[in-house]
């Protein structure tokens, strides 16, 4: 440990096996000191101002049925939906007028011309609507280079496309035959390609997975150069093959796991945003703020309205069913100025990673 220690003063690369030291080991006194070295390398490198992202929820509609999602087609119990455009732009006018300075649309995975189409049009309202200043992230899944490239132009800056697990055998099991780890893969360089601002992540604690796999997980972020991290725990939900596979949840441990991922990526990787995710706080009410103190620097305040939020469950006991987006911005203002942090509100806070290695290309 003391090695690791000095290394990181020196801001030296730690190697795969200390990366597997620091996720494995049953030594107690470990996390509470990672998590402190994650927290003073987010502040020097990123600063200490949280970013949100309002996340809009806007659509369960979902054509893929991966084994371990609440809203996986083959889900029967799920009762379908999909906002209307004005219901999602007014929600993005919410965030705008809220100083949330960004937002993220997610959804369920639809490939059509309809689709497509609709989604240009919210973007480019809220773009147009806001005079510009809206930020706006996508995380809409695998899509064509065609369609990426419309968002992209129609004014979406960021991308979020979760590898969910860089093992492609592991990812074969969590998936049916025909969802391809290649496609993902694909989709996630075309993504970065075109221009966004990209970002993935896998899930924590799966079943199958092992810490070399975690390990590797970080390995992949840093090869494949990516700018935003979204990672949480593995959370069951009843009605999935998974579940039955998943065998005992252990939640502390999975909490746990969550939170020494997120250090471990501060640690590797440095200057890239990282999000303290829903599912961090699935498993603990404060999961957000330990994940700022590990060394997260974005939250995403979910701003969907909350009628629909029932349908959306992606696992079980997603938190603020019934929290208005109103109470949601004051409680987590209070709770992020208890940690003495500062909300950068009306400010994109995009990820400094992008910027050096877009800078780097350039000067190529
Ligand atoms: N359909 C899009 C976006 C919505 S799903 C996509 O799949 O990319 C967003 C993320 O939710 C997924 O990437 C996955 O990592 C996560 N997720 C789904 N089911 C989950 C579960 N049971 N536990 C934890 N995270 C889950
Ligand atoms: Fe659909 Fe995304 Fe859930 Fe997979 S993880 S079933 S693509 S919503």
């Known amino acids: 440990m003391q090695v690791i220690l000095d290394k990181l003063k020196n801001e030296l690369k730690l190697s795969a096996a200390e990366l597997r030291f620091l996720l494995e080991t049953e030594d107690e006194a470990v996390p509470a000191r990672i998590f402190r070295e994650a927290y003073r390398i987010k502040l020097n490198r990123v600063g200490g101002k949280v970013f949100f992202r309002g996340i809009i929820e806007f659509s369960n509609r979902c054509a893929k049925d991966c084994f371990y999602c609440g809203i996986r087609k083959s889900n029967k119990k799920v009762v379908r939906f999909r906002m209307t ?28 011309p309809e689709y ?25 899944g695998e899509q064509t280079p065609e369609v990426y490239e419309r968002w992209f132009k129609a004014g979406a800056h960021r991308y ?5 697990t860089s093992n492609e055998q592991l990812y074969r099991q969590l998936h049916p035959a025909d969802h391809s780890f290649r496609r993902r893969l694909e989709c996630l360089r ?17 079943p199958g997975q092992t810490v070399d796999d975690m390990v590797n997980d970080l390995l992949f972020f840093e090869r494949e150069d990516i700018d935003m991290l979204g990672m949480g725990p ?16 252990d ?9 020494k991922m997120i250090a471990a990526a501060r640690i590797y990787l440095r200057d890239v945003n990282i999000a303290a995710t829903t599912a961090l706080q699935a498993l603990n009410p404060e999961g957000r703020e330990l994940g700022l103190q590990a060394g997260a620097n974005i939250i995403m305040p ?36 208890n940690i003495r942090e500062t909300i950068g509100y009306d400010e994109w806070g995009d990820s400094k990673h992008f910027f050096s290695r877009t800078k780097a290309i350039r000067s190529e």
């Not at 999975?254 to 939170?259: A, K, M, P, Y």
């Open 85 to 112: 455009e004005d219901e999602i732009v007014n929600t993005g006018h919410w965030a705008w007028r809220n100083r949330y300075g960004s937002i993220v649309l997610q959804g369920g995975e639809i490939e059509s």
């Open 116 to 140: 497509a189409a609709f989604v240009e049009r919210v973007i480019t309202r809220l773009k147009t609507e806001t005079g510009g200043g809206l930020g706006i992230t996508l995380s809409l």
């Open 160 to 164: 979020l496309l979760r590898i969910e």
């Open 190 to 206: 075309t993504i970065r390609n075109i221009g966004y601002q990209t970002g993935t992540g896998v899930m924590i604690g799966l």
């Open 234 to 249: 593995y959370i069951i939900h009843r009605d999935t093959p998974l579940a039955k596979l998943a065998g005992e949840f």
């Open 251 to 259: 939640r502390e441990k999975q909490f746990q796991l969550g939170l």
């Open 302 to 337: 979910n701003i969907t309205a909350v009628a629909y939020r029932p349908a959306y469950q992606l696992y079980e006991g997603k938190p603020g069913l019934n929290e208005s987006s109103g109470l949601c911005r004051d409680r987590l203002q209070n709770r992020i100025e």
